[in-house]
Antibody, heavy 120, light 107 residues
Framework: QITLKESGPTLVKPTQTLTLTCTFS??????????VGWIRQPPGKALEWLAL???????RYSPSLKSRLTITKDTSKNQVVLTMTNMDPVDTATYYC????????????WGQGTMVTVSS | SYELTQPPSVSVSPGQTARITCSAD??????AYWYQQKPGQAPVLVIY???ERPSGIPERFSGSSSGTTVTLTISGVQAEDEADYYC??????????FGTGTKVTVL
């Protein structure tokens, strides 16, 4: 059974850097084709894809946020970390991590999400 | 940038059929995927590879594709199907894109 859980601060100040951790179980991020992605959703708004890291350490980022994002993995700890610099109130959102299927570009299992508020 | 456009809302009576479209603004169209999201919950995958249904998803959910438009159909809508629905695909550079989202209201 695959599970993922996001953790990190619930409140950050403008200009600070956000660090979120996704801790997962039920799969290995060293299995060919597998990936873990981050998606966010501002209150009342649509889903927005942020980043994805593959089993081979290939990384993909949203073009609009690429300069602010870094995604890394620790296979031994079953964790994926997302950092986002220069946080702004518009970055207030629920942040989800999700498991990417090995053979399709789809997120089949999602974490519960963590709400992050950006405010001074 | 690659965009996926959905109607903001669809209203349907119980037992009727709801159809939600997702239009891509460019070719070639990759496979499309559909997620259901209920208030306060994480999205759940309901259709993958345009028309395949994951295990555990009711048969009333189906998907189809034509040209640059994909459609999610919910046949015999039930009250529990009231939710937001998002399509998703990937562009040629490997960038993941979500649709604008559609709120399905069961009257």
């Amino acid at each position: 059974q695959i599970t993922l859980k996001e953790s990190g601060p619930t409140l950050v100040k403008p200009t600070q850097t956000l660090t979120l951790t996704c801790t997962f179980s039920g799969f290995s991020l060293s299995t060919s084709g597998v990936g873990v992605g981050w998606i966010r959703q501002p209150p009342g708004k649509a889903l927005e894809w942020l980043a994805l890291i593959y089993w081979d350490d290939d990384k993909r980022y949203s073009p609009s946020l690429k300069s602010r994002l870094t995604i890394t993995k620790d296979t031994s700890k079953n964790q994926v970390v997302l950092t986002m610099t220069n946080m702004d109130p518009v970055d207030t959102a629920t942040y989800y991590c999700a498991h990417r299927l090995a053979i399709y570009d789809v997120f089949d299992i999602w974490g519960q999400g963590t709400m992050v508020t950006v405010s001074s | 940038s690659y965009e996926l456009t959905q109607p903001p809302s669809v209203s349907v009576s119980p037992g009727q059929t709801a159809r939600i479209t997702c239009s891509a603004d460019a070719l070639p169209k990759q496979y499309a995927y559909w997620y259901q999201q209920k208030p306060g919950q994480a999205p759940v995958l309901v259709i993958y590879k345009d028309s395949e249904r994951p295990s555990g998803i009711p048969e009333r959910f189906s998907g189809s594709s034509s040209g640059t438009t994909v459609t999610l159909t919910i046949s015999g809508v039930q009250a529990e199907d009231e939710a937001d629905y998002y399509c998703q695909s990937v562009d040629s550079s490997g960038t993941y894109v979500f649709g604008t989202g559609t709120k399905v209201t069961v009257l």
